[in-house]
Nanobody, 114 residues
Framework: QVQLVESGGGLVQPGGSLRLSCVAS????????MAWYRQVPGKQRELVAG???????NYVDSVKGRFTISRDNAKNTVYLQMNSLKPEDTAVYYC????????WGQGTQVTVSS
């Protein structure tokens, strides 16, 4: 079965950095649009950043200039480099793979707090 496994979350102080990774298995990774979403309790899941199979990227306005999404097709991995983190970035971050079908990871907690 398809698996998306996230890692790299944790507790970081405001202004700090984290890099999230998501390793995909049992999909033709290079054909999928990959994305990171985040969700806080009581709110809808929000698209943070996406990257197409061709490498085009898009970001929610609140993270532009601070977050960078990238992919390594040889490693079936998508990354989210998060810099200048703010308390409002605190959420569970989910990896998403979309083509004809959509798959989700289990999520990784990111907490930004002093």
């Amino acid at each position: 079965q398809v698996q998306l496994v996230e890692s790299g979350g944790g507790l970081v102080q405001p202004g700090g950095s984290l890099r999230l990774s998501c390793v995909a298995s049992r999909i033709t990774f290079g054909r999928y649009t990959m994305a990171w979403y985040r969700q806080v309790p009581g709110k809808q899941r929000e698209l943070v950043a996406g990257i197409t199979s061709g490498g085009d990227t898009n970001y929610v306005d609140s993270v532009k200039g601070r977050f960078t999404i990238s992919r390594d097709n040889a490693k079936n991995t998508v990354y989210l480099q998060m810099n200048s983190l703010k308390p409002e970035d605190t959420a569970v971050y989910y990896c998403n793979a979309k083509n004809l079908h959509t798959f989700w990871g289990q999520g990784t907690q990111v907490t930004v707090s002093s």
